[in-house]
């Protein structure tokens, strides 16, 4: 089992910034994809960003493209997202996923709610 575990959400206003951070324990591998998806209410799950644990090939929904940067810190087996200019359309709750291979969502933390004050 791996577990994940989302921080850094928190309320800012349009323009800025915030961090979030998503702690990965347990069994996890070096071939993970890991991901950034948001949800706000009312709304569907949305794909933000995904990056590959080993190599860090990237890919981004075109809302956050140059905007949100996702990496990640082997060592630490910690996934980051960078979110800048942050938007009122970016409130929602943001959760992090893991999975073996592209597009499989194998697992998922608990997430961690972001919200962009105009």
């Known amino acids: 089992q791996v577990q994940l575990v989302e921080s850094g959400g928190g309320l800012v206003q349009a323009g800025g910034s915030l961090r979030l951070s998503c702690a990965a324990s347990?069994?996890?591998?070096?071939?993970?994809?890991m991901y950034w998806f948001r949800q706000s209410p009312g709304k569907e799950r949305e794909f933000v960003a995904a990056?590959?644990?080993?190599?860090?090939?990237?890919n981004y929904a075109d809302s956050v493209k140059g905007r949100f940067t996702i990496s990640r810190d082997n060592a630490k087996n910690t996934a980051y997202l960078q979110m800048n200019s942050l938007k009122p359309e970016d409130t929602a709750v943001y959760y992090c996923?893991?999975?073996?291979?592209?597009?499989?969502?194998?697992?998922w933390g608990q997430g961690t709610q972001v919200t962009v004050s105009s």
């Open positions: 990056i590959r644990w080993s190599g860090g090939n990237t």
């Open positions: 347990g069994r996890t591998a070096i071939n993970f994809y």
């Open positions: 996923a893991a999975g073996y291979y592209q597009s499989q969502y194998n697992y």
